[in-house]
């Protein structure tokens, strides 16, 4: 027998997907490296933990009952045990004892005479199951059980109803990439450098530069740009903490990141609870640290003067951007704070596991207002491009409209069947670059589904569903016309947002964490669960 931590780990972290712990399953395949694992996930079915853990119990029940010449006493336990039962010695001794009386006393009956009916006194009776088939009942003892095929089937059924199957039977094998829309190989360029998971990756704006952060403790910036004629295509940013007097790693992942409007600094949150500004050339312009906990969420604001910030320590803040110092803290949630997103310059909103949405004002020691309704964790929060709107997507399965104009929500789109992972709102409408296209919202879900709305009318558009596993993030392409999914089953999928139709689509080597488009729109990048970055090339 043979039996890895890599493998308990494994079954535990899919446990845990499938049950709808995403975060804490998030969280504990990060600390327990399960993408450095050898295991191929599309080969362990649904319910594996919850299956073996049943095999284990039914062996020892069988254990309990059998004889010291390996035989097994005939009849039912007298009550199943229980999973916690079963790994008591004590509970287990006492079952031992009960079947070996209860045994004295049958094999003592089977010594009693024949009645007149012809039908021994301990024997079955008109109705009474008979063993293996053996209707004279002259066989009090039954071989070790084996297990059929029926009771392996009636495994998997019992494991479906006490956990949500993810993902989905239909899922364990991966599907195929159809020819018509499948990028060569030749226009995909793979970035390798990254000794864990990506978990994020976003273009500069002015720039054909691309950061990516990983669970490394680093950062990095890849150079795409045509005309580069330096020898190295990336820059290492080593996130790094003063330790006795030197600098040394932090060892703790790089959680978000997020470009300048000018595509001259670059920010980073990272696990270690600082947050970094770089200049594109890679050099550490200053340190952050005011947050008590991993930094779950980082962004700029458009006029490039502050940065804002989300924490695990329950509060947001805004940095000064040219100082470092932190201009303002806002406690008000009660737990995690998992997303920010600027309105304008000075106010912003937050959400959280508390279920809350905040919007807060530089200045204002209050929430101008919060936002209440949703019923589990929300996942992540976006302001439409005029500022009017916000969006939110959270674990109660629901995405909402917001409006500063009103309390409740506006709309409460209920369509996908688990978790919403995150939201992006197209660059369409007024106020945007594209005034004469519609403007659409973009929710991604651990149901493997991506969903196009329409927003005015609160109505789904586009259910787009080739992907086999959670879908982790999606983008609008600059001039809104193609959307960019990735998913845990290793690929990006391209689609038209006019008509729903999968354009393009890539199959990788990892899970995909992240996509985004570069600004001219001709590129996107994703980076991926075996640290890679890879960069899809749809220029003609």
Same mark, same amino acid.
């Given at each position: 027998?043979?039996?890895?931590?890599?493998?308990?780990?494994?079954?535990?972290?899919?446990?845990?997907?499938?049950?709808?712990?995403?975060? =804490?399953?998030?969280?504990?395949?990060?600390?327990?490296?399960?993408?450095? #694992?050898?295991?191929?996930?599309?080969?362990? +079915?649904?319910?594996?933990?919850?299956?073996?853990?049943?095999?284990?119990?039914?062996?020892?029940?069988?254990?309990?009952?059998?004889?010291? @010449?390996?035989?097994?006493?005939?009849?039912?336990?007298? /009550?199943?045990?229980?999973?916690?039962?079963?790994?008591? &010695?004590?509970?287990?001794?006492?079952?031992?004892?009960?079947?070996?009386?209860?045994?004295?006393?049958?094999?003592?009956?089977?010594?009693?005479?024949?009645?007149?009916?012809?039908? *021994? !006194?301990?024997? &079955?009776?008109?109705? @009474?199951?008979?063993?293996?088939?053996?209707?004279?009942?002259?066989?009090?003892?039954?071989?070790?059980? *084996?297990?059929?095929?029926?009771?392996?089937? $009636?495994?998997?059924?019992?494991?479906?109803?006490?956990?949500?199957?993810?993902?989905? @039977?239909?899922?364990?094998?991966?599907?195929?990439?159809?020819?018509?829309?499948?990028?060569?190989?030749?226009?995909?360029?793979?970035?390798?450098?990254?000794? #864990?998971?990506?978990?994020?990756?976003?273009?500069?704006?002015?720039?054909?530069?691309?950061?990516?952060?990983? %669970?490394?403790?680093?950062?990095?910036?890849?150079?795409?740009?045509?005309?580069?004629?330096?020898?190295?295509?990336?820059?290492?940013?080593?996130?790094?903490?003063?330790?006795?007097?030197?600098?040394?790693?932090?060892?703790?992942?790089?959680? #978000?990141?997020?470009?300048? #409007?000018?595509?001259?600094?670059?920010?980073?949150?990272?696990? @270690?609870?600082?947050?970094?500004?770089?200049?594109?050339?890679?050099?550490?312009?200053?340190?952050?640290?005011?947050?008590?906990?991993?930094?779950?969420?980082?962004?700029?604001?458009?006029?490039?003067?502050?940065?804002?910030?989300?924490?695990?320590?329950?509060?947001?803040?805004?940095?000064?951007?040219?100082?470092? /110092?932190?201009?303002?803290?806002? +406690?008000?949630?009660?737990?995690?704070?998992?997303?920010?997103?600027?309105?304008?310059?000075?106010?912003?909103? $937050?959400? !959280?596991?508390?279920?809350?949405?905040?919007?807060?004002?530089?200045?204002?020691?209050?929430?101008?207002?919060?936002?209440?309704?949703?019923?589990?964790?929300?996942?992540?929060?976006?302001?439409?491009?005029?500022?009017?709107?916000?969006?939110?997507?959270?674990?109660?399965?629901?995405?909402?409209?917001?409006?500063?104009?009103?309390?409740?929500?506006?709309?409460?789109?209920?369509?996908?069947?688990?978790?919403?992972?995150?939201?992006?709102?197209?660059?369409?409408? +007024?106020?945007?670059?594209?005034?004469?296209?519609?403007?659409?919202?973009?929710?991604?879900?651990?149901? $493997?589904?991506?969903?196009?709305?329409?927003?005015?009318?609160?109505?789904?558009?586009?259910?787009?569903?080739?992907?086999?596993?959670?879908?982790?993030?999606?983008?609008?392409? &600059?001039?809104?016309?193609?959307?960019?999914?990735?998913?845990?089953?290793?690929?990006?999928?391209?689609?038209?947002?006019?008509?729903?139709?999968?354009?393009?689509?890539?199959?990788?080597?990892?899970?995909?964490?992240?996509?985004?488009?570069?600004?001219?729109?001709?590129?996107? %990048?994703? =980076?991926? $669960?075996?640290?890679?970055?890879?960069?899809?090339?749809?220029?003609?």
């Amino acid at each position: 027998m043979s039996i890895t931590s890599d493998e308990v780990n494994f079954l535990v972290y899919r446990y845990l997907q499938e049950s709808g712990f995403s975060h =804490s399953a998030f969280t504990f395949g990060i600390e327990s490296h399960i993408s450095q #694992s050898n295991i191929n996930g599309t080969l362990v +079915p649904p319910a594996a933990l919850i299956s073996i853990l049943q095999k284990g119990l039914q062996y020892v029940e069988a254990e309990i009952s059998i004889n010291e @010449d390996g035989t097994v006493f005939d009849g039912r336990p007298i /009550e199943s045990l229980s999973l916690i039962d079963a790994v008591m &010695p004590d509970v287990v001794q006492t079952r031992q004892q009960a079947f070996r009386d209860k045994l004295a006393q049958q094999q003592a009956a089977s010594a009693l005479p024949v009645s007149a009916s012809g039908n *021994q !006194s301990g024997g &079955p009776k008109n109705g @009474d199951a008979t063993v293996n088939g053996d209707e004279n009942g002259t066989h009090n003892m039954i071989l070790w059980p *084996q297990l059929t095929p029926q009771m392996e089937r $009636s495994h998997l059924k019992a494991c479906a109803d006490v956990c949500v199957l993810w993902p989905p @039977d239909n899922h364990c094998e991966a599907m195929e990439v159809d020819v018509d829309v499948e990028i060569p190989a030749s226009k995909a360029t793979v970035l390798r450098g990254h000794e #864990s998971e990506v978990f994020i990756c976003a273009w500069n704006p002015v720039s054909d530069l691309l950061a990516s952060g990983s %669970g490394d403790s680093t950062a990095r910036i890849w150079n795409l740009n045509e005309n580069n004629n330096s020898n190295s295509t990336q820059l290492v940013l080593r996130h790094c903490i003063r330790e006795g007097g030197q600098d040394v790693p932090s060892n703790k992942d790089v959680t #978000s990141l997020d470009w300048n #409007s000018d595509g001259t600094l670059l920010a980073t949150g990272s696990y @270690d609870g600082f947050a970094r500004i770089w200049t594109k050339d890679g050099n550490l312009a200053s340190t952050l640290g005011q947050h008590k906990g991993p930094i779950f969420a980082l962004k700029w604001n458009k006029k490039g003067n502050s940065i804002l910030s989300a924490g695990v320590d329950k509060t947001t803040i805004i940095w000064d951007a040219h100082t470092g /110092e932190a201009k303002q803290q806002f +406690p008000f949630h009660s737990a995690p704070a998992l997303d920010v997103d600027w309105q304008n310059n000075t106010t912003f909103a $937050s959400c !959280s596991t508390d279920m809350c949405i905040h919007v807060c004002r530089l200045g204002s020691d209050r929430p101008l207002k919060t936002f209440q309704g949703h019923t589990n964790e929300v996942n992540a929060i976006k302001w439409d491009p005029s500022g009017m709107l916000l969006a939110s997507c959270s674990d109660d399965m629901t995405l909402k409209i917001w409006s500063m104009k009103q309390e409740s929500c506006v709309h409460d789109l209920q369509a996908h069947s688990k978790e919403i992972y995150t939201i992006k709102w197209s660059p369409t409408g +007024p106020g945007t670059s594209n005034p004469n296209s519609n403007i659409m919202l973009a929710s991604a879900s651990f149901d $493997s589904t991506v969903r196009l709305w329409d927003v005015e009318r609160g109505v789904c558009i586009h259910t787009l569903t080739k992907h086999q596993e959670p879908v982790y993030s999606v983008a609008f392409s &600059p001039d809104g016309k193609h959307l960019a999914s990735g998913s845990f089953d290793k690929c990006v999928h391209i689609w038209n947002t006019t008509t729903g139709a999968l354009v393009h689509s890539y199959r990788g080597t990892g899970g995909i964490f992240e996509v985004c488009w570069n600004s001219t729109g001709d590129k996107v %990048g994703a =980076s991926a $669960s075996d640290g890679s970055v890879c960069v899809l090339d749809l220029r003609k």
